[in-house]
């Protein structure tokens, strides 16, 4: 078992800046790629952003390239989603999640393991 655990979101204006942490206890963390998804109001679980166990590949959906960066911290059993130039658009539950694959990053079925999820608000 996986524990995953979120928290950095909040309420903030559009432009402005987050920062996501997900803090992972249990099994060896370093096994796992780490994917971030959101799911806003009425939609389904998107998926935004992926890291591969050893950090050499990131992956993102395009809405967010440019503005989003996922990294890790093995040492520290810790994902991270900085989020910049946030958008009203961007208002979601925000969900880290643990991964044995290292492909297919998209879909949410591969994901063994999940957060509870952490809101994120930006306002216009």
């Known amino acids: 078992q996986v524990q995953l655990v979120e928290s950095g979101g909040g309420l903030v204006q559009a432009g402005g800046s987050l920062r996501l942490s997900c803090a992972a206890s249990?099994?060896?963390?370093?096994?796992?790629?780490m994917g971030w998804f959101r799911q806003a109001p009425g939609k389904g679980r998107e998926f935004v952003a992926a890291?591969?166990?050893?950090?050499?590949?990131?992956y993102y959906i395009d809405s967010v390239k440019g503005r989003f960066t996922i990294s890790r911290d093995n040492a520290k059993n810790t994902v991270y989603l900085q989020m910049n130039s946030l958008k009203p658009e961007d208002t979601a539950v925000y969900y880290c999640?643990?991964?044995?694959?290292?492909?297919?990053?998209?879909?949410?079925?591969?994901?063994?393991?999940w957060g509870q999820g952490t809101q994120v608000t930006v306002s216009s």
């Open positions: 999640a643990a991964t044995p694959s290292d492909r297919n990053w998209v879909a949410a079925v591969g994901y063994n393991y």
């Open positions: 249990g099994r060896t963390f370093s096994n796992y790629a």
């Open positions: 890291i591969s166990w050893n950090i050499v590949n990131t």
